[in-house]
DNA sequence: CACTTGACCTGTCCGC
DNA sequence: TGCGGACAGGTCAAGT
Protein backbone atom coordinates (compact mmCIF):
# COMPACT_ATOMS: atom_id res chain seq x y z
CA UNK A 1 0.00 0.00 0.00
CA UNK A 2 2.21 2.58 0.51
CA UNK A 3 3.60 3.17 -2.76
CA UNK A 4 4.25 6.20 -4.44
CA UNK A 5 1.73 8.55 -3.92
CA UNK A 6 1.53 7.21 -0.27
CA UNK A 7 4.91 7.96 0.20
CA UNK A 8 5.13 10.74 -0.94
CA UNK A 9 2.60 12.33 1.15
CA UNK A 10 4.31 11.24 3.91
CA UNK A 11 7.54 13.16 2.74
CA UNK A 12 5.09 16.67 1.97
CA UNK A 13 4.05 16.49 5.55
CA UNK A 14 7.13 15.18 7.06
CA UNK A 15 9.28 17.96 5.05
CA UNK A 16 6.52 20.48 6.25
CA UNK A 17 6.70 19.09 10.03
CA UNK A 18 10.57 18.71 10.31
CA UNK A 19 12.26 21.20 8.04
CA UNK A 20 14.80 23.37 9.93
CA UNK A 21 14.50 21.53 13.43
CA UNK A 22 17.00 20.23 15.65
CA UNK A 23 17.46 16.20 16.32
CA UNK A 24 17.69 16.27 20.59
CA UNK A 25 17.93 12.55 20.79
CA UNK A 26 16.88 9.16 19.04
CA UNK A 27 14.98 6.30 21.41
CA UNK A 28 16.26 2.84 19.49
CA UNK A 29 13.48 0.46 21.10
CA UNK A 30 13.92 -2.08 18.35
CA UNK A 31 17.52 -2.61 16.71
CA UNK A 32 16.00 -4.60 14.02
CA UNK A 33 14.03 -1.58 12.61
CA UNK A 34 16.91 0.78 13.48
CA UNK A 35 20.11 0.30 11.30
CA UNK A 36 23.06 2.05 11.84
CA UNK A 37 24.86 4.51 14.74
CA UNK A 38 21.59 7.13 15.54
CA UNK A 39 23.91 8.91 17.34
CA UNK A 40 25.29 10.76 13.93
CA UNK A 41 22.33 12.14 13.90
CA UNK A 42 22.00 14.11 17.06
CA UNK A 43 22.51 17.79 17.31
CA UNK A 44 21.96 18.20 13.68
CA UNK A 45 18.78 19.65 11.74
CA UNK A 46 16.53 18.69 9.05
CA UNK A 47 17.67 20.09 5.69
CA UNK A 48 14.44 18.82 3.97
CA UNK A 49 13.42 15.06 2.61
CA UNK A 50 13.20 13.67 -0.70
CA UNK A 51 11.79 10.37 -2.19
CA UNK A 52 13.42 7.66 -3.90
CA UNK A 53 10.23 5.27 -5.26
CA UNK A 54 8.74 4.07 -2.02
CA UNK A 55 11.95 5.12 -0.10
CA UNK A 56 11.80 8.00 2.22
CA UNK A 57 15.10 9.80 2.67
CA UNK A 58 15.09 12.91 5.06
CA UNK A 59 18.50 15.11 4.46
CA UNK A 60 20.28 16.09 8.09
CA UNK A 61 23.22 19.27 8.04
CA UNK A 62 26.14 17.13 8.62
CA UNK A 63 26.23 15.22 5.50
CA UNK A 64 24.03 12.26 6.90
CA UNK A 65 20.79 11.22 5.74
CA UNK A 66 18.29 9.02 7.24
CA UNK A 67 16.55 6.58 4.72
CA UNK A 68 13.14 4.76 5.71
CA UNK A 69 10.85 2.50 3.73
CA UNK A 70 7.73 2.03 5.48
CA UNK A 71 6.63 -1.34 3.54
CA UNK A 72 3.31 -2.50 4.76
CA UNK A 73 2.31 -1.54 8.05
CA UNK A 74 5.25 1.07 8.79
CA UNK A 75 3.51 4.76 10.35
CA UNK A 76 5.40 8.00 11.01
CA UNK A 77 3.61 9.80 13.49
CA UNK A 78 4.30 14.05 14.49
CA UNK A 79 3.27 15.22 17.75
CA UNK A 80 4.55 18.78 18.30
CA UNK A 81 3.42 22.75 18.52
CA UNK A 82 2.20 23.35 14.73
CA UNK A 83 -0.54 20.20 15.30
CA UNK A 84 -2.06 21.40 18.76
CA UNK A 85 -5.04 19.01 20.24
CA UNK A 86 -6.71 18.81 17.01
CA UNK A 87 -5.46 16.38 15.38
CA UNK A 88 -7.38 12.99 15.75
CA UNK A 89 -5.38 10.28 15.47
CA UNK A 90 -6.59 7.58 13.04
CA UNK A 91 -8.07 4.14 14.66
CA UNK A 92 -5.50 2.70 12.07
CA UNK A 93 -2.83 3.93 14.85
CA UNK A 94 -2.74 0.50 17.03
CA UNK A 95 -1.78 0.98 20.15
CA UNK A 96 -1.10 4.44 20.42
CA UNK A 97 2.01 7.15 20.30
CA UNK A 98 3.95 5.80 21.76
CA UNK A 99 2.70 2.30 22.13
CA UNK A 100 3.71 -1.24 21.61
CA UNK A 101 4.07 -1.00 17.83
CA UNK A 102 6.85 2.04 18.64
CA UNK A 103 9.75 1.27 17.41
CA UNK A 104 11.82 4.68 17.09
CA UNK A 105 11.21 7.79 19.07
CA UNK A 106 12.60 10.88 17.64
CA UNK A 107 12.48 14.13 19.44
CA UNK A 108 13.24 17.69 18.19
CA UNK A 109 13.54 21.52 20.13
CA UNK A 110 10.26 22.12 21.79
CA UNK A 111 8.98 19.23 22.62
CA UNK A 112 8.49 17.97 18.92
CA UNK A 113 8.47 14.13 18.31
CA UNK A 114 8.72 11.55 15.50
CA UNK A 115 7.38 8.19 16.15
CA UNK A 116 7.68 5.27 13.77
CA UNK A 117 5.08 2.94 14.54
CA UNK A 118 5.01 -0.56 12.55
CA UNK A 119 2.65 -3.58 13.48
CA UNK A 120 4.33 -6.26 11.32
CA UNK A 121 7.69 -4.96 11.33
CA UNK A 122 8.46 -5.01 8.03
CA UNK A 123 10.31 -1.67 7.77
CA UNK A 124 13.35 -0.61 8.08
CA UNK A 125 15.00 2.79 9.20
CA UNK A 126 18.67 3.45 8.34
CA UNK A 127 21.33 6.33 8.62
CA UNK A 128 23.81 6.53 6.26
CA UNK A 129 26.14 9.61 4.47
CA UNK A 130 24.28 11.58 2.08
CA UNK A 131 26.45 10.89 -0.36
CA UNK A 132 25.94 7.04 -0.12
CA UNK A 133 21.95 7.43 -0.68
CA UNK A 134 22.67 6.90 -3.76
CA UNK A 135 24.43 3.79 -3.72
CA UNK A 136 22.75 2.25 -0.76
CA UNK A 137 21.93 -1.11 -1.94
CA UNK A 138 18.03 -0.74 -2.27
CA UNK A 139 17.77 2.83 -4.26
CA UNK A 140 20.86 1.89 -6.63
CA UNK A 141 19.03 -0.78 -8.22
CA UNK A 142 15.81 1.13 -8.56
CA UNK A 143 14.43 2.08 -12.10
CA UNK A 144 13.35 5.22 -13.56
CA UNK A 145 10.04 6.86 -11.99
CA UNK A 146 6.91 7.99 -12.94
CA UNK A 147 6.96 12.01 -12.86
CA UNK A 148 10.80 12.29 -12.52
CA UNK A 149 12.83 10.11 -15.18
CA UNK A 150 10.21 7.79 -16.70
CA UNK A 151 9.67 9.20 -20.27
CA UNK A 152 7.38 7.21 -22.29
CA UNK A 153 9.95 5.75 -25.03
CA UNK A 154 11.67 4.44 -21.97
CA UNK A 155 8.64 3.35 -20.67
CA UNK A 156 8.07 1.81 -23.60
CA UNK A 157 11.05 0.38 -24.23
CA UNK A 158 11.39 -1.23 -20.57
CA UNK A 159 8.01 -3.36 -21.12
CA UNK A 160 9.52 -4.12 -25.10
CA UNK A 161 12.71 -6.38 -23.33
CA UNK A 162 10.32 -8.04 -20.67
CA UNK A 163 8.67 -11.16 -21.73
CA UNK A 164 7.07 -11.37 -17.87
CA UNK A 165 3.03 -10.20 -17.50
CA UNK A 166 2.52 -6.38 -17.89
CA UNK A 167 1.62 -6.19 -13.85
CA UNK A 168 4.36 -7.86 -12.54
CA UNK A 169 6.50 -5.73 -14.69
CA UNK A 170 5.22 -2.43 -13.43
CA UNK A 171 5.48 -3.63 -9.97
CA UNK A 172 8.94 -4.57 -10.58
CA UNK A 173 11.08 -1.49 -8.64
CA UNK A 174 14.45 -2.40 -10.45
CA UNK A 175 12.22 -1.81 -13.98
CA UNK A 176 9.93 1.58 -12.53
CA UNK A 177 9.90 2.72 -8.88
CA UNK A 178 6.67 3.74 -7.66
CA UNK A 179 3.89 1.65 -8.38
CA UNK A 180 2.81 -1.13 -5.90
CA UNK A 181 -0.40 -3.62 -6.27
CA UNK A 182 -3.49 -1.10 -6.07
CA UNK A 183 -2.37 1.17 -8.37
CA UNK A 184 -0.85 -1.24 -11.14
CA UNK A 185 -4.43 -2.86 -11.03
CA UNK A 186 -6.25 0.65 -11.65
CA UNK A 187 -4.17 1.53 -14.20
CA UNK A 188 -4.12 -1.87 -15.97
CA UNK A 189 -8.13 -1.40 -16.07
CA UNK A 190 -8.28 1.92 -16.79
CA UNK A 191 -6.31 1.32 -20.00
CA UNK A 192 -7.69 -1.94 -20.86
CA UNK A 193 -5.10 -4.31 -20.66
CA UNK A 194 -5.08 -7.67 -19.17
CA UNK A 195 -2.49 -8.16 -16.39
CA UNK A 196 -1.24 -11.18 -18.05
CA UNK A 197 -0.45 -9.89 -21.10
CA UNK A 198 3.26 -10.37 -21.26
CA UNK A 199 4.71 -6.77 -21.58
CA UNK A 200 6.48 -7.35 -24.70
CA UNK A 201 3.20 -7.97 -26.32
CA UNK A 202 2.25 -4.63 -26.32
CA UNK A 203 2.59 -2.16 -29.02
CA UNK A 204 3.04 1.56 -28.84
CA UNK A 205 -0.34 2.89 -28.79
CA UNK A 206 -1.05 0.61 -25.56
CA UNK A 207 1.87 0.77 -23.86
CA UNK A 208 1.29 4.83 -24.36
CA UNK A 209 -2.42 4.08 -22.48
CA UNK A 210 -0.67 2.57 -19.89
CA UNK A 211 1.52 5.18 -19.60
CA UNK A 212 -0.94 7.76 -19.57
CA UNK A 213 -3.56 5.73 -16.98
CA UNK A 214 -0.31 4.96 -14.83
CA UNK A 215 -0.02 9.01 -14.50
CA UNK A 216 -3.66 9.07 -13.79
CA UNK A 217 -4.07 7.24 -10.95
CA UNK A 218 -0.90 8.11 -9.60
CA UNK A 219 -2.21 11.64 -9.36
CA UNK A 220 -5.62 10.75 -8.36
CA UNK A 221 -3.83 8.86 -5.70
CA UNK A 222 -2.10 12.06 -4.96
CA UNK A 223 -4.79 14.08 -4.44
CA UNK A 224 -7.00 11.60 -1.97
CA UNK A 225 -3.69 12.05 0.47
CA UNK A 226 -3.06 8.00 -0.65
CA UNK A 227 -4.55 4.70 -0.10
CA UNK A 228 -5.33 4.11 3.44
CA UNK A 229 -6.38 0.24 2.88
CA UNK A 230 -4.35 -1.38 5.44
CA UNK A 231 -2.11 0.82 7.74
CA UNK A 232 -1.17 4.03 5.75
CA UNK A 233 -1.83 7.22 7.87
CA UNK A 234 -0.18 10.23 7.41
CA UNK A 235 2.14 11.96 9.75
CA UNK A 236 -0.68 13.82 11.11
CA UNK A 237 -2.45 11.08 11.90
CA UNK A 238 -5.27 11.21 9.43
CA UNK A 239 -6.10 8.57 6.61
CA UNK A 240 -5.76 9.24 2.75
CA UNK A 241 -9.11 8.60 0.76
CA UNK A 242 -7.99 6.58 -2.42
CA UNK A 243 -9.50 3.20 -1.34
CA UNK A 244 -12.69 5.07 -1.34
CA UNK A 245 -12.15 5.89 -5.38
CA UNK A 246 -10.26 3.05 -6.32
CA UNK A 247 -11.58 1.60 -9.89
CA UNK A 248 -11.49 -1.93 -9.85
CA UNK A 249 -9.06 -2.55 -6.44
CA UNK A 250 -10.50 -4.11 -3.54
CA UNK A 251 -14.17 -4.56 -5.80
CA UNK A 252 -16.29 -7.63 -6.88
CA UNK A 253 -19.22 -5.82 -8.68
CA UNK A 254 -20.05 -5.76 -11.75
CA UNK A 255 -17.46 -3.79 -14.26
CA UNK A 256 -18.14 -0.03 -13.38
CA UNK A 257 -17.44 0.81 -17.24
CA UNK A 258 -18.83 -2.29 -19.28
CA UNK A 259 -21.59 -3.63 -17.09
CA UNK A 260 -21.30 -6.85 -18.71
CA UNK A 261 -18.73 -9.13 -16.41
CA UNK A 262 -17.93 -9.27 -12.76
CA UNK A 263 -14.59 -7.64 -11.80
CA UNK A 264 -13.10 -10.92 -10.84
CA UNK A 265 -10.00 -11.36 -8.21
CA UNK A 266 -7.22 -14.08 -8.74
CA UNK A 267 -3.11 -14.24 -8.07
CA UNK A 268 -0.38 -13.36 -9.68
CA UNK A 269 3.15 -13.65 -8.24
CA UNK A 270 1.02 -14.18 -4.83
CA UNK A 271 -0.61 -10.64 -4.78
CA UNK A 272 -4.43 -9.95 -5.38
CA UNK A 273 -5.10 -8.85 -8.75
CA UNK A 274 -8.87 -7.26 -9.94
CA UNK A 275 -9.89 -7.71 -13.58
CA UNK A 276 -12.06 -7.53 -15.94
CA UNK A 277 -12.53 -10.23 -18.43
CA UNK A 278 -14.55 -8.24 -20.55
CA UNK A 279 -12.81 -5.00 -21.01
CA UNK A 280 -9.29 -5.92 -19.94
CA UNK A 281 -8.30 -8.18 -23.18
C1' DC B 1 18.01 -16.68 -16.33
C1' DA B 2 12.99 -16.45 -15.41
C1' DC B 3 9.68 -17.51 -12.47
C1' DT B 4 7.43 -19.28 -8.07
C1' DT B 5 7.15 -20.01 -3.28
C1' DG B 6 8.22 -19.03 1.39
C1' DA B 7 9.66 -15.98 5.00
C1' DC B 8 9.22 -11.86 7.40
C1' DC B 9 5.01 -10.40 11.17
C1' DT B 10 0.47 -9.42 13.36
C1' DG B 11 -4.30 -7.58 13.18
C1' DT B 12 -8.70 -8.23 11.04
C1' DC B 13 -12.26 -10.63 9.17
C1' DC B 14 -14.91 -14.69 7.97
C1' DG B 15 -17.00 -19.11 8.79
C1' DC B 16 -18.06 -22.75 11.94
C1' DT C 1 -18.55 -15.94 22.10
C1' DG C 2 -14.41 -18.25 20.67
C1' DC C 3 -11.22 -20.29 17.66
C1' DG C 4 -8.72 -21.49 13.48
C1' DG C 5 -7.39 -20.10 9.11
C1' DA C 6 -7.05 -17.09 5.16
C1' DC C 7 -5.57 -12.72 3.92
C1' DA C 8 -3.38 -8.21 3.63
C1' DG C 9 0.70 -5.65 0.32
C1' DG C 10 6.75 -4.91 -0.30
C1' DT C 11 10.89 -7.03 -0.56
C1' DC C 12 14.44 -10.59 -0.13
C1' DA C 13 16.16 -15.27 -0.18
C1' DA C 14 15.80 -19.81 -1.58
C1' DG C 15 14.02 -23.27 -4.56
C1' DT C 16 12.49 -25.11 -9.24
Redesign the pocket.
Known amino acids: ???LP?VETIKLQLEKFLKGKKVVSIEVRNR?IFQGDEKKALGTRILGTRRF???LCIDLSNKYSILA?????GQFLYKGPELSSKGRLS??V??GIPG??THVIFSFEKGAKLYYND????GWIKITKSEEVITD??IK??GPEFFKDLTLEKFREILS?????TK??L????KM?G??????NDALWLARINPRT?ASQLDGETAGRLYSAILTVLKTGLKYGGAS???FVTPDGKEGKYQEHTLV??QGNICPRCKRAKIV?F??????TYWCSNCQK
Do not use: C, W
Open positions: MPEEKGKVHVKLTEKIGPHVRRFNYKLKSGRSLVMDQEGVGNIYAPELAYGKFMGGRG
